[in-house]
T-cell receptor, first 114, second 112 residues
């Protein structure tokens, strides 16, 4: 079973709109929540990450909102641009003897229309 | 040049054939990983290695094996490929103490 559930699987947004991707997790021991961005033909790359001691983190047009009690976190892309069209993966990990092993969500394919 | 290099980038093979995917890195990271990407299933961990003498199974290791030939090289083998191993495979690296993974550009494998 997937420990990190991501929705929606695909998303179409008009240029200038807000893109929202949601993730829910099961394991309360998770303490690191990154988002990865993947362009066609490329490997995923870290976009932004949050730890559960804060409820929000913003980097430019990208914001992570984190709700510890609901075990949910989301990525908001403000003023979405065609160049943001990519697949986005949420992930979660916990620090233990095995190191920070990431568990990924299923991915969301975002298309931003001009 | 890419920091994490995968070869081949594309491979078509037949059921029952042995396949090796290779990964090399110039980042100097100690940890290396092999992931498999399937639509809707995200990235699933096949094997990982924290140093040259350390090999660990991931979530979906059945049908796969790995070799860590050097700190910079980590190869994935399919001893007898089957069609449901058709997927996009990624090698990744990380440095101890950080959560960030650095991915290669992927190897697309098709098993007919």
């Amino acid at each position: 079973q997937q420990q990190v559930k991501q929705s929606p699987q695909s998303l179409i947004v008009q240029k200038g709109g807000i893109s929202i991707i949601n993730c829910a997790y099961e394991n309360t021991a998770f303490d690191y929540f990154p988002w990865y961005q993947q362009f066609p033909g490329k490997g995923p790359a870290l976009l932004i990450a949050i730890r559960p001691d804060v409820s929000e983190k913003k980097e430019g047009r990208f914001t992570i909102s984190f709700n510890k009690s609901a075990k949910q976190f989301s990525l908001h892309i403000m003023d979405s641009q065609p160049g943001d069209s990519a697949t986005y993966f949420c992930a979660a990990s916990m620090h233990n003897n095995a190191g920070n092993m990431l568990t990924f969500g299923g991915g969301t394919r975002l298309m931003v229309k001009p | 040049d890419a920091d994490v290099t995968q070869t081949p980038r594309n491979r078509i093979t037949k059921t029952g054939k042995r396949i090796m995917l290779e990964c090399s890195q110039t980042k100097g990271h100690d940890r290396m990983y092999w992931y498999r990407q399937d639509p809707g299933l995200g990235l699933r961990l096949i094997y990982y290695s924290f140093d040259v003498k350390d090999i660990n199974k991931g979530e979906i290791s059945d049908g796969y094996s790995v070799s860590r030939q050097a700190q910079a090289k980590f190869s994935l083998s399919l001893e007898s490929a089957i069609p449901n191993q058709t997927a996009l495979y990624f090698c990744a690296t990380s440095f101890y103490g950080t959560g960030e993974l650095f991915f290669g550009e992927g190897s697309r494998l098709t098993v007919l």
